[in-house]
């Protein structure tokens, strides 16, 4: 036997116990980091290169205030810009669905949106020739068409939320690689046909030249156009999706300090769990000490038992976790409300730092308190 | 013969640690539980509160709200002298055609921007929606850009005090008066006259028509003849239904107080048992004494469940009081049904309070339950030959 | 080194409870000669635990000296007093106390642990003290595998192991039949006629005590004998 095989054998005395602890930090640590997941995802919009290139143009009142088509010939004379569609939100629910259609559908012009979804892998040249000849056709994403099982050829009903019209487009190719593998893109010229063209678009998506070019390109767009009756907003897709978050207001407050909260009472009652599996142990501590262990050792004894089972939680709680998220299918399982579910290595530093902290605090009172005892007193207690 | 009710609550207080942060702990769960759910029972108590039973509103189908809806003007003309329409002393029938606009404005705070729902209104659909009272200064006049704001909207976005002015699209509204909606759906509107409205933003549509049938026969009349007519594609309900469907935003809201409530329970039942697990070992000898005096193994647990649950029961009542301090509270988020910053209140109801504390005695309970069977299951001399 | 390995001069202790102050032990003076097996004897609270906790390194005089091997108990700090005690000390005590995760073998082992001996060295010695109480073969057993006799005997064994010169039993046979305790008082007596340690038992029990070389009886705080 040595010291670290007779804290093991400590720890694992009361087997029951242990695993309790181990349990209910396993628990408080998998909600921390699902907290952190969902509220990452809530907060944070996906982030890459392309997201500062594209720029999202809207009506100045309002993203639901529709904009004047004839605008576009203005953008195109403006210098710095590779590419600019129209881009309406549809905003259909399909026919599959009963409530809640979590995929958008975007009213493009096809041939001058090539540019904006370069990324986009899996549809050959001939599909993509077939989308944009045809008006009533679409493109959608692979993660929709694996959800509903839909290939191309296959066709897509739509009842109009937002516009007083409905749809019916085939699937002329499925893309994936792109930073939101859901959405559906269609002909602006097949909603203005059946809307009997109001010469609206909702709003229009462009492509700056460079990253330098792109804060440059809003400025000459919003300038353009004040003082029009349509005064418009540009802003980066990146800047756009975080105009949403602020949109969430207090909730997210409130769920912020809700994850503080639920970890706190979670830490509570296991340290006070954890320390009385050691304070009872007083008696033993003190013939411990009276066979010549010194104050120091018996610190280390009882901070390795309350620090292992901590830590051997939190490889439970967000380990599995980890493992969770990266295993499941978040999107199906929430209704595409969710998207990607990652745990960043950060949120795992977190949940190690919180057992940590945690094995530290349940260790702590029963150190003070051996360290104040004498051996007699002790031996006195009972228990 | 049971224990006496004192030896529960007595060996609660013995071991006051551990009885303290199980009843915190038990006490935060029930606080999460109860605010996240107040705050969904705000939501839909806002929406509930809204309308008069005695309207109908009508809006294009399809639409999820009012204000994503669109009608022509001539579906307006069409409907207007159905005669199941009330009419008033001037012989006009009670029709409001209303006309919604989503505006995005700057918050108060400098933390950016949100949409505030306008709503063109006419007399018409002022005097249909009695709830909504003028809280200060005036209403705004027919054929001026001026614009009556909700109260509760002042306080969180900027320029919306009573004489200040604000600039959306290419024009200036001069804010004449705060609106109370008295708790309703009302209370995140701005309301603005419905020709002004029209024009300022361009719109040849209305969004929705309010109406008040002469009475019950003919409301259901006038929906079935509006629902039936295949030209007008139109939906119309009680005002009072179509409020009451309002709940997408509360739901995920329940959603997520149901799933932290679940798993924060787990924790707390694990760490019950832990506590009491340690306390029955410790009381290993006197449980043993109690049952040579006589008493037996269901009083045993009885008295040891009744523990367990009457701290649980603390914990509850203590969490249901934290939350309880944000009862009445005003908060606000974006409306997913709107698409609009929707102001509501917390709401404590009686029945989350006894939710909260039925949730917390049970937790409290399957937590004792399985130490409290190993105590009555202790042979009596094991228990006394134990030290 | 002096023939007495413990010099007690005018000792005294008093303990604060509450707002009285009690006596435990009264200007006391003793020796204890090297090899001794000493009986102190006394009804409750005549304080000869006190004694002997003062003795062991575990409680400090409030008056008086007390020195151990010519050492000046009182006067060493926390640390080298649990050092002194794990070099110098083994305690046998009424309840065992022995640590119940742990076998006969591991019990006795643990305070070699706090010394610079590897396995092989640690091995020789527990196989050494387990022999010497007779219970080499229970080595592999649990605490609560054995018979009350058996786990006092692994407790002398554990106060054996680190070689020390003094060996303190609190009412050793107090919870023993009396089979049991003649067993082991008789290992307790070995220890100081055959191995030479100094042996110093706190008991009330006449027919325990009989067992020692030296009795002395403590009455209220002071030597009556």
Redesign the interface.
């Known amino acids: 036997?040595?010291?670290p095989s007779?804290i093991l054998?400590?720890a694992?005395?009361n087997k029951?116990?242990a695993l309790?602890?181990v349990?209910?930090v396993a628990?408080?640590l998998?909600?921390l980091v699902?907290l952190q997941v969902a509220l990452r995802e809530l907060t944070n919009p996906i982030n890459d290169e392309g997201s500062s290139l594209r720029i999202i143009v809207r009506?100045?009142?309002?993203?639901?205030?529709p904009l004047p088509a004839r605008q576009l010939q203005t953008i195109d004379r403006i210098p710095g810009i590779v590419a600019v569609t129209p881009f309406s939100f549809y905003?259909g629910?399909y026919k599959g669905d009963e409530k809640?259609t979590s995929f958008a559908q975007f009213a493009v012009d096809p041939q001058r949106s090539l540019p904006l979804i370069s990324d986009a892998k899996g549809v050959t040249k001939e599909q993509l020739e077939a989308w944009i000849a045809d008006r009533t056709s679409c493109i959608l994403g692979k993660m929709t068409a694996d959800r509903y099982g839909l290939k191309v050829g296959d066709r897509m009903q739509f009842?109009?939320?937002?516009?007083?019209c409905?749809l019916e487009l085939k699937i002329a190719g499925i893309y994936y690689g792109t930073a939101d593998d859901r959405n559906l893109m269609f002909h602006q010229k097949y909603l203005d046909e059946l809307l009997g063209n109001p010469g609206t678009v909702g709003t229009w998506w462009l492509l700056a030249a460079s990253i330098a070019e792109a804060p440059l390109v809003t400025d000459r767009i919003n300038k353009a156009f004040a003082?029009?009756?349509?005064?418009v907003?540009a802003e980066s897709e990146r800047a756009f999706v975080?105009?949403f978050v602020?949109?969430?207001?207090?909730?997210k407050t409130?769920?912020s300090g809700?994850s503080i909260?639920?970890v706190?009472?979670?830490i509570?009652?296991?340290?006070?769990?954890m320390s009385?599996?050691i304070r009872?142990r007083f008696?033993?501590l003190a013939?411990?000490?009276?066979?010549?262990?010194?104050?120091?050792?018996l610190f280390v004894l009882i901070l390795a038992e309350s620090f292992g089972l901590a830590m051997f939680g939190a490889l439970l709680g967000a380990g599995g976790a980890w493992a969770l998220f990266n295993n499941i299918n978040i999107q199906k399982m929430t209704n595409g409300?969710f998207l990607m579910f990652e745990v960043t290595p950060q949120m795992l530093g977190l949940a190690f730092a919180v057992a940590a902290l945690l094995g530290l605090l349940s260790a702590l009172l029963p150190m003070i308190n051996v360290a104040r005892t004498?051996?007699?007193q002790g031996?006195k207690t009972?228990? | 013969m049971a224990l006496p009710l004192n030896y529960s609550f007595r060996n609660a207080l013995v071991r006051w640690r551990s009885t303290i942060a199980t009843v915190l702990g038990i006490a935060l769960v029930v606080f999460v539980f109860v605010l996240l759910q107040s705050l969904a029972a705000g939501i839909e108590k806002s929406s509930s509160n809204t309308g008069d039973p005695r309207n109908i509103m009508v809006v294009r189908k399809g639409s999820t709200a009012e204000s994503a809806s669109l009608i022509s003007r001539q579906t307006l003309t069409e409907i207007r002298y159905f005669e199941e329409i009330a009419r008033n002393e001037n012989g006009e029938p009670i029709i409001s055609a209303d006309v919604l606009v989503l505006a995005s404005l700057p918050r108060r705070d400098n933390s950016g921007e949100a949409n505030v729902l306008l709503r063109g209104v006419t007399a018409r659909g002022m005097e249909l929606r009695p709830q909504v009272k003028l809280a200060a200064g005036r209403w705004f006049e027919a054929g001026k850009r001026e614009i009556v704001v909700s109260a509760k909207l002042a306080k969180r976005f900027a320029n919306f005090g009573i004489g200040q002015s604000f600039k959306t699209g290419s024009a200036t509204f001069t804010v004449v008066g705060w609106l109370d909606g008295g708790g309703s759906a009302f209370d995140s509107e701005c309301w603005l006259d419905a020709d002004e409205c029209r024009s300022t933003f361009e719109r040849d549509m209305y969004s929705s028509f309010l109406i008040r049938p002469t009475d019950e026969a003919a409301g259901e009349k006038l929906i079935t003849r509006i629902e039936a007519d295949r030209r007008f594609k139109l939906k119309a309900e009680k005002e009072v239904e179509y409020y009451r469907k309002q709940t997408m935003t509360a739901a995920p809201i329940k959603w997520l107080g149901g799933f932290l409530a679940v798993m924060m329970s787990v924790g707390a039942v694990f760490a019950a048992m832990n506590t009491m697990y340690a306390a029955v070992g410790a009381r290993t000898r006197e449980i043993g004494t109690l049952r040579v005096l006589g008493f037996r193994r269901r009083a045993v647990v009885a008295a040891l469940l009744l523990e367990g649950g009457l701290l649980a029961l603390v914990g509850g009542v203590l969490g249901c009081a934290i939350a309880f301090y944000w009862n009445g509270y005003t908060t606000a988020t974006m409306g997913m049904e709107t698409f609009s910053e929707i102001v509501f209140e917390f709401r404590v109801t009686p029945k989350l309070v006894l939710e909260g504390l039925a949730f917390a005695v049970i937790v409290g309970l399957i937590g004792t339950l399985f130490p409290a069977i190993r105590a009555a299951r202790l042979p009596v001399i094991s228990a006394l030959k134990s030290i | 080194m002096s023939a007495n390995i413990v010099t007690i001069r005018n000792l005294s202790k008093i303990y604060q409870q509450g707002d009285i102050n009690v006596t435990a032990l009264d200007n006391i003076s003793l020796d204890i000669a090297s090899g001794e097996f000493l009986a102190l004897m006394g009804p409750s609270g005549s304080g000869k635990s006190t004694l002997l906790h003062i003795i062991a390194g575990i409680d400090r005089p409030t008056n008086g000296e007390c020195r151990v091997q010519d050492i000046d108990v009182a006067k060493l700090n926390e640390s080298q007093l649990a050092d002194w005690r794990n070099q110098n000390v083994g305690f046998v005590f009424q309840t065992f106390n022995l640590i119940p995760v742990l076998t006969a073998y591991e019990n006795v082992e643990l305070p070699l642990l706090l010394t610079r001996m590897n396995r092989a060295e640690r091995r020789k010695q527990v196989e050494i003290a387990l022999e010497i109480v007779g219970l080499a073969d229970r080595a592999k057993h649990l605490p609560k595998q054995l018979s009350g006799g058996q786990e006092q005997r692994v407790a002398i064994a554990r106060a054996l192991v680190t070689d020390p010169a003094l060996v303190v039993a609190d009412e050793p046979t107090g919870n023993l039949d009396s089979h049991s305790a003649q067993e082991v008082l008789g290992v307790l007596r070995t220890l100081s006629r055959d191995a030479g340690k100094t042996v110093i038992m706190v008991t009330h029990d006449p027919k325990a005590a009989a067992f020692g070389s030296r009795q002395i009886h403590l009455e209220k705080g002071e030597l009556s004998k």
């Open positions: 036997m040595n010291l007779f054998k400590n694992l005395r029951r116990r309790l602890s349990l209910s628990m408080s998998f909600l699902t009506n100045k009142v309002s993203l639901a205030q905003g629910l809640f009842t109009g939320q937002i516009y007083p409905d003082n029009t009756s349509a005064e907003r975080l105009g602020s949109m969430w207001a207090n909730i409130l769920i809700i909260v639920v706190f009472a979670l509570l009652v296991t340290v006070s769990t009385m599996a009872e008696r033993e013939i411990l000490k009276a066979i010549g262990f010194k104050r120091r050792e409300m004498s051996v007699v031996l009972l228990d």
